[in-house]
């Protein structure tokens, strides 16, 4: 049993116009077991929270914590929060020229892990994984988003989930970009990790609509940097019938 604990986290990033507060105190418990999804509206800070949870250096902790099982997060390199566990999917957003998903995806679990993976049983896995996602073999062979569509930078993501096998992960927007066979092939992909029972996730998004497959036990409301509200899974359904205005609306007054 683990638990990721974020505790009145705030974070500002630096503007034109000098330093933004974008998170205003963040409170949020990930225990293991547990599916977490965070939804709020455009540029409510969503994505700069899993940033910060990232390690990435544009986004400047000011208070706060991010503890896993009591140990501070915000203290250790990026690689050191994989080690510990953590996954983060955009982790490596960027191209990588020359390094194929194959040698990317042994490199991350070698640094995950600590050793190589055996190379047998390595080759299957990887092999199982493309085939879970629906992906060809010769995907293993292409450069690292190079050239991806968008559901193919999605199906790497969870492909990358399925190898490295974390305690928690954070998907941002898991399901931008997705057509409907693309959305049910990543969400079981994800499902795939959740039923191992002793994983958490915390899964952002802006739409209700992956929410149909991926089901969580909590819902968070986010707003201008904070929690503005928490419930169970009908608090998606209300948001799908409602949208954040009320949330919103009260935020700004
Ligand atoms: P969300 O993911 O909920 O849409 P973001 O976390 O991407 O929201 O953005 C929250 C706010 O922070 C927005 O107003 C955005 O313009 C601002 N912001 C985020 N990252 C940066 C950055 N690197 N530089 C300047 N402003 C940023
Ligand atoms: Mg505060
Ligand atoms: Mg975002």
Request: glycine share 10%.
């Amino acid at each position: 049993m683990a638990t990721l604990d974020i505790r009145d986290l705030h974070v500002e990033v630096d503007t034109e116009d000098g330093p933004k507060e974008i998170l205003r105190g963040v409170d949020l418990t990930v225990k293991s077991g547990e599916t977490h999804a965070i939804m709020g509206p455009n540029g409510s800070g969503k994505s700069t929270l899993a940033y910060s949870i990232a390690g990435h250096p544009k986004y400047k902790v000011t208070g706060g914590s991010v503890t896993l099982d009591g140990t501070d997060v915000l203290g250790m390199t990026v690689d050191q929060r994989a080690r510990a566990g953590l996954f983060l999917a955009m982790q490596y957003p960027v191209e990588i020229p020359g390094v194929s998903v194959a040698n990317f995806l042994r490199a991350a679990k070698t640094a995950v892990d600590g050793e190589s993976p055996k190379l047998r049983t390595w080759i299957k896995d990887v092999n199982d994984a493309l085939e879970g996602l629906k992906l060809d073999k010769q995907f293993a062979q292409r450069s690292v988003n190079d050239g991806f569509s968008g559901g193919e930078k999605k199906r790497h993501e969870i492909v990358q989930l399925d190898l490295l096998n974390p305690k928690f992960a954070v998907l941002d927007e898991t399901d931008s970009g997705l057509d409907i066979d693309a959305l049910r092939i990543v969400a079981d992909g994800v499902n795939k990790f959740t039923s191992q029972g002793d994983r958490g996730l915390l899964l952002i998004t802006h739409y209700t609509r992956i929410l149909r497959y991926i089901k969580p036990d909590f819902v968070h409301v986010f707003v201008a940097g904070r929690v503005a509200d928490e419930g169970g899974p009908e608090l998606a359904e209300q948001l799908e019938a409602e949208g954040y205005d009320k949330y919103v609306r009260a935020a700004t007054v």
